[in-house]
């Protein structure tokens, strides 16, 4: 997504000169296309997180659209004050790109990974949270987007090849993009562990147990009705996303099932506590903490024979 | 449009509403002058081609409610629902208020938010500047370093940070609590333009501001020596008033000493 984002971007400004880039140091690699093509409106800041939030607010009230980027922590946590009383609160367009989220930066640990992001944007009014699946719909929803009124946060992975079979680079903002059906189980996921989700739910189908897929790409603001809609039909949801299992996606199904009054049990499969050191590469992060297609396939065939018959 | 009619304007509206805050606005009252009386080049407070302005110290915002009301901003009736319900002035000012750039209240933000204003004004090729008032005690927060690196090194010459450097800050004296002394060095190490200055002499405010090259070279900061609480004497550094509330013979003394009775 690192490379599509940056490609789109690019497309973007070289059609609207308000378009502007500041990294926090981050990017090598990555955004120095945009650098080479827009030497003026790009600049590195430094290590400096909250003042690049800070300048991005004061050049979108002049009229610009700023984008900030940074690894996601660093990129929704460390500023997070400046975002909330900065574009959040006077509403300004200023992007916010975290770059990884979940365990993609693997074996660098814990400060380096994006378990909340999603979590503490989705709780603030005002602001637009979108975490795409994969390349594809990451530049759809970024052409999408990029011109709202209000602030966004973009939960951006690195991976520019891996694609959501049946997704097609579909989004639009406010709904669901469902990627397969089927009658045994609702599977609801976000972010670049979509791709997990999605094998998942094919082994799944495989094994004579077809279920239902949904990517939810926009967490804020949430396509609620719609999600209703889906949670009525299925006696049982298991969501799946690269992040703690609180504050993130399975809590805003947790809310809806909750207000509606729906009778759908409700499985998160999230991050517990990440607080013993050990560290490895994402797939290795993945199996740990439950968030492979084989321990998700385990988690939804034991949530589907638990179902009263 | 003089610091003793702010001083007046807080004083009156602080008792009405019984709020603190009171020694800080008092001891920007006279820098709020300058700027909202000689300096700040804005039509009107929509003006896209206005000078802008942060009270990064938002705990002030009594003595900016009264600098706009001086101006021609903000009506009588207005400033009188300041710390009421429903309204727009509150202890910290709202950026939906006409004439106020951008909402503050937390310490350390608001350089940061004049310098992108003053960026875009480069990057737009307009005389616009941008002003940012902190407190001195503010410049404890880490992040207004960050900026004051960024702006150094981007050599945004149109921004102007004027510290108000009363010596206090609300749970003690800044030497105490934790010492920037000796500001000038420190401001000086970083490549800012660097002015030491009277906080309370309106002339040579307005004289040392228009003497800087907003065009071309570094940032610029005024160290303003300023008095907490400046212009009532039980006030005057004392570290109960920054949250205190006045009785009212305390009203009537400060009334008395600031020369509103006379």
Known sequence: MRAAFVRTLMALAAQDPRIMLLAGDLGYMALEPFRDQFPGRFINVGVAEQNM?????GLADAGFIPFVYSIAPFAALRPYEFIRNGPIQH????????????????????????????????IQPGITVIAPADHQQAETALRASWHLPGPIYYRLGKDDKTVVPGLDGRFSLDTLECVGEGPHLLMITTGSIASEAAAAAQALAAQGVPGTLLVAATLRPAPCEELAGWLARFAAVMTVEAHYREGGLGSLVAEVIAERGLRCRLVRCGVGAVLDGLSGSQSYLHQKYGLAREALVARALQTVRAQPA | MTGQQIRRIVLEQAMRAHVGHIGSALSVADLLAVLYGRVLRAEHPADPERDRFVLSKGHAALALYAALQLRGWLSAEELNRYGGDHTLLGVHPEWQLPGVDFATGSLGQGVALAAGA???????????????????????????WETVMFAAHQKLANLIVLVDLNGQQAFGYTDEVLSLTPMAPRWQAFGWDVHEVDGHHEQALAETIATLDTRTGPPHVLLARTVFGKGVSYMESQIKWHYWPMSESEYAQALAEIGALS
Do not use: K
Request: hydrophobic share 40%.
């Open chain 2, 118 to 144: 003053a960026l875009a004004a480069r990057l737009q090729h307009s005389p616009r500047r941008a002003f940012a008032l902190v407190s001195d005690g503010e410049c404890n927060e880490g992040s207004l």
């Open chain 1, 91 to 122: 509403q300004l367009p200023v992007r916010i790109v975290g770059m990884g989220g979940g365990f993609e930066y693997g074996t660098n640990g814990l400060s380096h990974y994006g378990l909340e992001d999603l979590g503490v944007m989705r």
């Open chain 1, 53 to 57: 939030v800070g300048v991005a607010t």
